[in-house]
């Protein structure tokens, strides 16, 4: 969420199961607007919170040129300084979805994880990896899964590049209410005729990204209309403390996480 909209977006955040109190907009508002000056970007925006026993993180992005490839991740536990998080490493991301205990608020612990799946004499069953990195992967594999935007939102360039549409105005009431709407913040995974073999109204400019309507199993998506059907709401059941919503036919939208960052591995068996 921009962070200049939080007042704005706040009701609609907390309607969904979220906190974002008056004191913590204040903060980040102050913190991430000196973040944004200081390293020169285009927009700075609050992606969400993750609990930890002692210290919660707050996480921020700066994005710069193109709004999927050029992001830049940030957090904090006292919102005086921002730490940029490390790229994560694929090894860390296995590691940080069969990792139960919780967070513990400090980057530089050492983490011992230990990995049943291998044998007990086999030498990658015990690995340590930092919290920090673990921060990184678990965000990371968030972004992949569950961060989402409406169709639209986001445009593709003759160049390539990927920005924010200034001339989004928003999905109306009819297309808020398919899954098809709503599409993957990451690169594509499927192919690229997906969307055109199944949209009749195809633009690649806006259609070049998954959209969560092909996500396996079905239902692994919450949709809801509030509001008299003016507001859409979007959870995620493999991410409990994922949030999205747009308010139909304005540009308003926002993503929001505040969970304690562990994903729901029982989802397929639960639908």
Known sequence: M???????????????????????????????????????????QYWGQIYATDLDYYIAVGLT???????????T??????????????????????????FRGDPSLKIKVLDESFEENHPDRCRFMKEENR???????????????????????????????????????????ELKSYLHMRPAQHRWNTNLLTRPDYNYSMDFLDSIDQDIPKGCWNLSLE??????YLKSLYWPGMSYFHKVKTSDAGFLYIGNGRKNLDVPFLI
């Open 2 to 44: 921009n962070i200049h909209k939080l007042w704005e977006y706040k009701e609609y955040v907390n309607v969904n199961g979220a906190t974002l109190n008056s004191e913590i907009i204040s903060l980040l508002q102050n913190s991430l607007t000196v973040l944004q000056v200081e390293n020169h970007f285009t927009i700075v």
């Open 65 to 75: 040129n193109d709004a999927l490839t050029g992001k830049k991740y940030f957090y």
């Open 77 to 102: 536990t006292d919102f005086q300084f921002w730490s940029l998080l490390p790229r994560p490493k694929k090894k860390y991301k296995e590691l940080s979805l069969i990792t139960t205990f919780p």
């Open 135 to 177: 921060l990184a992967a678990t965000i990371s594999n968030i972004c992949e899964e569950v961060e989402i935007c409406a169709r639209g939102q986001l445009i593709k360039r003759p160049d390539g590049s990927i920005t924010i549409n200034p001339n989004f105005y928003g999905l109306t009431a009819t297309e808020a209410k």
């Open 227 to 232: 509001k008299t059907g003016s507001v859409a």
